[in-house]
């Protein structure tokens, strides 16, 4: 699945959209646990969102903070996991990166919330949202 090339980044104002692509160099699907985290300067890498890329009942996740407002998608066909992210905030604006844990269930995936339960990371893509 390595690496992980992110892509889809950028400058909008507030209220805009982005999409962001996280494309992998093999396949995407079975048992793999990708998400999209955020690292705005000066604090800690947060989870924004979390898909079981084999599926399963109570996927994907979500953060507080973006739920309503992200989707995150896969597709298997292109080896890309998406984040849609529509009525952006400036609080949104931060690095954006996505990850994979190679393995293991759904059931765990439903507990992979921290940025060190992860093994691969994309270079990042950087959204900035103005107000």
């Known amino acids: 699945l390595v690496p992980l090339v992110e892509s889809g980044g950028g400058s909008v104002q507030a209220g805009g959209s982005l999409k962001l692509s996280c494309a992998a160099s093999g396949s995407i699907y079975g048992a793999n646990c990708m998400a999209w985290f955020r690292q705005a300067p000066g604090k800690e890498r947060e989870e924004v969102a979390r898909?079981?890329?084999?599926?399963?009942?109570?996927?994907?996740f979500y953060a507080d903070s973006v739920k309503g407002r992200f989707t995150i998608s896969q597709d298997n066909a292109k080896n890309t996991v998406y984040l849609e992210m529509n009525s952006l905030k400036p609080e949104d604006t931060a690095m954006y990166y996505c990850?994979?844990?190679?393995?293991?269930?759904?059931?765990?995936?439903?507990?992979?919330?921290?940025?060190?339960?992860?093994?691969?990371w994309g270079q990042g893509t950087e959204v900035t949202v103005s107000s």
């Open positions: 990850t994979v844990f190679s393995g293991g269930s759904w059931s765990s995936c439903n507990l992979r919330s921290r940025a060190d339960q992860y093994d691969y």
């Open positions: 898909i079981y890329t084999g599926g399963g009942g109570g996927m994907p």
